[in-house]
């Protein structure tokens, strides 16, 4: 394997990792502090059970989150010592304002988990808070990053150095606020949609359960919010994207020729040789408007730049398609659930219902990650987009394969063991909590 | 010299302040809790339950807080002191990588040993995992700290050999990399007399303190010794300057005291003593290596001439500045949370 393809997959397979704990680091203490709020409210016990049952699980991926992390901070400078170089100095700023919040987020989380007893019981509710509120913040700073590879600002790039070096402009350029929006939305979605569907499988398998009843709510209301405002922010991105760099928004919808009206393209294989789209649906000038909020808008295609700048055709098409067509399910599913909701309660614990969750429980996290890999392959060839190339940045040490291939195998057991353990976990929440199997008639 | 150091801007030894600082308290801190992993080797049958109780109800809370004393440090680096960190990055790839899967192994058997449902057979395979990768990763730290000194880091090279591995396949980084297991092992112990209860176990620690503390001496000496073989001139150094040559002679009188107050169980006082040894031994250490951050044949990499530039180090420091401000408050209510409440 070359030297470069083994540093990309062992920083996306680190990355893909990575994500699935942080995102479910960052929206799972807010799940927890939902129904612990209401047990304070309330004084139901089936609220204490829940968020104590979730704390426990979560505890695993927290502890996973934040060992893969530590492994990223490591990574980026073992595969690509010559872009954090250059970008140190100028995008330092939001990962040690990362570090930042991680800090505060690993105390509070320790007096979260350690502390039921010790603190006062509105205390232990905010420390809770808090501890979502800090992993929150890691995660908008580390987009910020993120958008900067994608928006470079904040310096001035003369004869192959930085000069003129503003972190805070760097750190606040153009694209972090939509991309970050777009994130943190994701992880409320992926999770609440994936605790959802767990709850929904032990529902039907244990009807009239009020502890999965009422867990189910919580995530599902929380996934649905995310999900009906998920297709506005993405909007807005596209938008982003459109003005900064139309190279990778005309890879994302295989848009080969300059055009007015331009579709959107529903499937379909890109073919970088004939440069057309094979078994696609065109959608004519819905891409404009997307791009531009204007129907007739000029989009520009690939034809406007050079061939050898062009990303991976099929894996950024086909990964967007996979992003919008979770998005849109999950919306729907949404639109379905708060109307019930309101209108209808009893009908979220039909059994064809709980179904559709149940067959949604992985939708989020697959959006997640196709979301990432349009945003991270269609910036090849860049790592800094118009500044420098992946291929200039890698490191110079020969043989990456061999830790590709060991962190590939150690990434696979870790994630056997989490799902094995998180198994263990849902069996033993039935007997440690008996209001799980209980039916209660007054709730 | 004396004109290189005052010239420097205070944003400059504000972030050099927090750089020592967190590798100080991660020896410190971090140290204790990787040495408790090693003292698991030693645990007796008969103890074994109740000292591994004592030792996850001490460290349960605070080990995550630990480990960020170390991204702390790799973030100062490559915002402040980016060329280092890009050569260190180069060039210690293979120690790094296998400090990192030390950090993930340790970080997920401890969570998973911890917070498994059931507590089974699987007990046993995570009690594997950590021991292991808790002398595996102090291991490759030492490592990577006894790389940078002078003849570790070959910029240019013509071989793998000499590029890669080189650096720190060689008789003084491995045995810092002992000296480091050694001397978190002791750090451990003496924290874990004062977490016991009186009697047979703080008995049983303390035993393991004082044997910890000659094995650590003794590997101290084996450092010296590979410095020798090495080429390095390592006393010299020392005797060269003042401070160190004061710290080390410190550490070592202090010595005497630590084992009087071993044996009469003073626990407060053989904890100070312990960690004003660490202390005295890294300063000492840090001394003789100012300015310089890593050691090259064409020109030393030091603090002054590789930093990043004026603004960047300025928003860094006020980054750090801010940031402790909510995190030494929090940090403290952590540790009174759980250190002095000693009723349950
Ligand atoms: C702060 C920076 C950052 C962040 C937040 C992400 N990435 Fe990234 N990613 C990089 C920084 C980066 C990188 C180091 O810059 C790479 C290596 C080569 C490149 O161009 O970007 C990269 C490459 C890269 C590739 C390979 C691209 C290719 O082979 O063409 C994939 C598939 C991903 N990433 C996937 C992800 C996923 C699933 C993420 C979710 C967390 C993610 N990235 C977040
Ligand atoms: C280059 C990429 C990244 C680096 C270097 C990185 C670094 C880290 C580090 C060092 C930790 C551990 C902190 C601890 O000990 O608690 C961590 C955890 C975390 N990261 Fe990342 N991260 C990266 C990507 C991301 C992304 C893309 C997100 C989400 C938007 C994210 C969000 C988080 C969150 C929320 C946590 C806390 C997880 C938990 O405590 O469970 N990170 N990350
Ligand atoms: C349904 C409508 C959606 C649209 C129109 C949309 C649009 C976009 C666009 C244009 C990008 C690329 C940004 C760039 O230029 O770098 C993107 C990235 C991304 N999307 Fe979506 N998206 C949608 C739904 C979702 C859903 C449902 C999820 C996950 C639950 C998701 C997660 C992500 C992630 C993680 C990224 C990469 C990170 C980022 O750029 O913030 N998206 N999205």
Redesign the pocket.
Known sequence: MENLLAARAQMALS?GF??I??????AMPFLMAISHYKWLRSGKQVFFDISRAWSRGVAI??????????A??FE?GLLWPKFMQHAGPIIGMP?SW??TA?FV??IA?GLFLYGRKRLPRWIHWGVGVVVGIS??L???F??C??AWMNNPAGFDWVNGQAVNIDPMRAMFNPGWRTEALH??LA?FEATGFAVAGIHAFLLIRSRGSVFHREAFKIAMLVGAIAALLQPLSGDRLAKGTAQHQPLKLAAMESHFETSTYAPIIVGGIPDKKTERVRFGIPIPGLLSFLAKDDFSAEVKGLDAFPKDEWPPLVPVHIAFQIMVGCGTALAGLSLLFLFFLFRNPSRLAHKRFLMLAVLATPLGFLALEAG?TVTEVGRQPWIIYGIMKTADAVTPMPGLQYPFFMFAVIYVFLFGVVSWLMLRHINAVAQDYPSSANEDVHA | MLDLVTNQPITLWIVIGFLAVSLLLYCLLGGADFGAGVLEIFLRKRQRVEQHKIIEKAMGPVW?AN??WL?LMVVILFMGFPEVYSLISIHLHLPLTAMLIGIIARGCSFTFRHYDAKKGRSQKSYAVFFIFSSVWTPLCLGIVMGSLIPGGIHPVYATYREGFIDSWFRPFPLALGLFTVCLFTFLAAVFLIGESPAGEIRTSFTRRARVASIVTVLAGGVVFFAAQLDDIILIPRFLHSAIATACMILATISLPFFWMGLRKEWIWTVRSLAGIQVVLILSAWLWIQFPVLVHLPGGDLTLFNSHAPDRTLFQLAAALLVGSAFILPSLFYLFQVFKLDEED
């Not at chain 1, 991926?61 to 530590?70: K, L, P, Y």
């Open positions: 990355l990575h994500i704990f942080a995102s479910i680091g960052m991926f927290f502890a996973t989150g934040a060992v893969s992390g530590t990223l901070s980026l990962f990362e570090g991680f987020e690993a989380l992993g929150v890691s995660g908008i580390v987009v990053a993120n994130m943190i992880a990432w | 995550e480990h960020m991204i």
